[in-house]
């Protein structure tokens, strides 16, 4: 093969592993938020082992084990710097909506103008 027609097969190689890699990354936010639900931690070093001594398993070559899993280890972390902001992102959204509802709570049942507290000068008495 020539030197082009090699570097087009990276360049298709290339494309693979990153459709791949994003469908890695959505299976991880699904699990992230199954963690969640589960009240599971996203850093699970357990299944961190589990997962590179699959990957060195099914290693043929020509990359040596130790340098694959440095790569893994690299997906890893970012997957789950994924998983942290996405549920950071989805625990914020939920507060503020929690925080939003708790404030139209407050505001039900009180006629118009009234809310505010704010009392007249010459009465003393709430508006």
Known sequence: MTLEELRNQIDVLDRQLV???SERARAALMIGH??????????????EKII????????KGPLPDIELTHIYERIIDVMRALQRNELASERNALAQAAETQATETERVGQPSGQGTGAKTPETGKKQ
């Open 52 to 59: 590179y001594a699959n990957v060195r398993a099914a290693n």
């Open 34 to 47: 199954l963690k969640v639900k589960t009240s599971l931690p996203v850093y699970e070093p357990a299944r």
């Open 19 to 21: 459709e791949l890699l």
